[in-house]
């Protein structure tokens, strides 16, 4: 038996979040402890959570969604959690998603940093929010369809919407950086462990759905201006990343070329909120020359 | 029952080009024809084949390279009546059930479908390197890749010759691979342009063949022997030419002087024997890609 830990992480969805509690507790393969993070909720969520059995409840303030598996991942680590298996508050797992990775594991005898589900929004079809990246050559030395006769591709990055992640690989890479906030957090820690050595999965037959009201990947050019805050922390943490793997002087460069290519696109693009857009745009960059989040580390 | 021609182009391999016969002989799923290409072949092949009356032969008389045997084949297949063109190399030696577990994936498709690759594998069974199809998240910006998956399927934007199927329809929209190429590029071009022409493209888990080379290797300029180097030619020619084709001149220039100045530059860091050798290479194919202007040719229906 895998000694597994489910973090899920949650900010004012109490309905989403009853459904994911449940289909969690309704595993086949049985995670020895369920974690939520309740990120600071308003709308009942604690209250809820603190009549809950069998699940073990950390409340914080609004760290965002990676301030919240930070804390989830960290506190996994320290009950000694093997395995780690993470997932937002509208992840709604199948009977046997957590089965069928543990099987897939099984299944290779080799030092697996973490193992994605394929994830589905409710129409059956894969969410454009949640696909793994694929190289043909998986860290430039492993073809990515060595297992693919397993129904297992090996990738780059996925994103947190049911991950299985080694703990081994958590005590050698640090924790996810929390101040990301939202977005990239993912790419980035996935990415962080398979370049250390880690090799990464997608699992075709482990299947969750992704109850969000749309089925959609946020594009910059054409988001509405509700959702435009977002992109502050998207543009952000994009920019440090470059940052941090290319060096400040390429950086800098590459931070000017893109500044401007993004803004003609998006004059180009759209004729509403034209400065609304571009100020998130240059206020990201920005702040991106100043951000310097450190990895903690277990 | 759909129809399939199968295509294999040969160029002195006389025993591999009979095993991958074979192979395909003993197909689980019935061939309506074989053509084979024999690209200016002077060993047993010629007379081997003047005696064989199972198969449509193309004599080309000078080797015009993987690109030219592709592109009479397929141009042959296509001025016929059949559904799909199943096109290899001479050292693919197929599994009895490879074209099967590619045409019972067909009819699951909704849309228009460009072709389906197979697995490639090398002898000790992992996947062959120099045939890794190029699977992106989002295929043509639309669909995500793995929309397909539970049928061991996933779409690619580009694959290579190396089992690979072909829908008729098409390639009578989008015209024949460029023969200029000589080789190298040439599968991934031809794949991109099917793809980019709306078709759905598709590596598919199952359906696997064995691509029978001595290494299993993916050539890489910067460690390359004397012996290779002369391919490279053809590679970056073709590669150059490709991007001046898709981003035009003016990106192309800037582009290539960043491109020749950096492979330069890493080519000295790396290798410390023949840097004269390899790098003139580099100029000479960076100059022709500029004058380099294949043009497509389409299919002429019979």
């Given at each position: ?5 489910a973090?899920i992480v949650t900010n004012n969805r109490l309905d989403l979040l009853k459904e994911a509690v449940a289909a969690v507790k309704a ?6 402890q369920i974690i939520v993070v309740n990120n600071e909720s308003t709308d009942g969520t604690a209250e809820w959570l603190d009549n809950q059995t069998g699940v073990h409840v950390i409340h914080q ?28 508050d ?209 | ?302």
């Amino acid at each position: 038996m895998y000694n597994i830990t489910a973090v899920i992480v949650t900010n004012n969805r109490l309905d989403l979040l009853k459904e994911a509690v449940a289909a969690v507790k309704a595993q086949t393969y049985q995670p020895k402890q369920i974690i939520v993070v309740n990120n600071e909720s308003t709308d009942g969520t604690a209250e809820w959570l603190d009549n809950q059995t069998g699940v073990h409840v950390i409340h914080q303030k609004n760290l965002g969604g990676s301030g919240g598996f930070f804390t989830g991942i960290k506190s996994a680590v320290s009950m000694n959690a093997d395995w780690i298996w993470v997932m937002d508050d509208d992840t709604i797992c199948q009977k046997d998603t957590l089965q069928i990775l543990v099987q897939k594991l099984e299944l290779l005898n080799k030092p697996v940093g973490f193992i994605g589900s394929k994830c589905i929004w409710k129409d059956g079809s894969p969410h454009l929010m949640n696909l793994p990246a694929i190289m043909p050559s998986f860290n430039k030395k492993i073809s990515f369809n060595k297992y693919d006769d397993k129904r297992l591709l090996l990738i780059e990055t996925n994103s947190f919407v049911s991950i299985l992640i080694n703990s081994k690989a958590v005590k050698k890479v640090g924790l996810p950086y929390k101040e990301f906030f939202i977005w990239g957090d993912d790419q980035e820690y996935t990415r962080r462990i398979t370049k250390a050595g880690y090799l990464g999965f997608y699992c075709m037959d482990s299947i969750v759905l992704h109850k969000t009201g749309v089925n959609y990947f946020p594009d910059f050019y054409r988001d509405n201006v509700p959702n435009l805050w977002k992109h502050n922390y998207g543009f952000r943490n994009e920019f440090f990343m470059v940052k941090k793997n290319k060096g400040f002087i390429f950086f800098i460069f590459w931070l000017v070329i893109k500044v401007i290519y993004t803004s003609i696109k998006l004059l180009i693009i759209r004729k509403d909120d034209q400065l609304k857009f571009l100020r998130v745009l240059f206020n990201s960059a920005a702040k991106s020359i100043f951000f310097n989040p450190k990895i903690s580390y277990v | 029952m759909k129809e399939v021609i199968a295509v294999i182009v040969t160029y002195n391999r006389f025993s591999l080009l009979k095993k991958a016969i074979a192979a395909i002989e003993k197909q689980t799923y019935p061939i309506k024809e074989i053509i084979i290409v024999n690209n200016g072949s002077t060993d047993e092949t010629v007379a081997w084949l003047a005696n064989q009356n199972k198969f449509k032969v193309i004599y080309i008389k000078e080797n015009t390279g993987a690109s030219g045997g592709f592109y009479h084949g397929i141009k042959a297949a296509a001025s016929m009546k059949m559904d799909w063109i199943w096109v290899m190399d001479d050292d693919t030696i197929c599994q009895e059930n490879a074209l099967k577990f590619l045409m019972d994936k067909a009819p699951k498709i909704h849309g228009k479908l460009g072709f389906i690759g197979s697995r490639c594998n090398w002898r000790d069974g992992e996947p062959h390197l120099m045939n890794v199809p190029n699977i992106k998240p989002v295929f043509n910006k639309a669909i995500p890749f793995n929309y397909y998956d539970q049928y061991n399927l996933l779409l690619a934007e580009s694959n290579s010759w190396v089992s690979l199927l072909l829908n008729i329809d098409a390639v009578r929209d989008v015209g024949l691979p460029y023969k200029e190429f000589f080789f190298w590029s040439d599968d991934l071009e031809y794949t991109q342009r099917i793809t980019q022409a709306g078709y759905m493209g598709f590596y598919c888990t199952d359906s696997i063949v064995l691509h029978d080379t001595d290494k299993n290797y993916c050539p890489d300029f910067y460690n390359e022997t004397i012996n290779n180097v002369w391919k490279y030619k053809y590679g970056f020619r073709n590669e150059f030419f490709l991007k001046r084709k898709s981003k035009g001149y003016i990106y192309f220039a800037f582009w290539l002087i960043a491109k020749v100045g950096y492979t330069s530059y890493k080519l000295i860091k790396i290798r410390k024997d023949h840097q004269f050798k390899f790098i003139g290479i580099l100029f000479s194919s960076a100059w022709e890609s500029i004058f380099f202007n294949p043009k497509i040719e389409k299919v002429h229906l019979i």
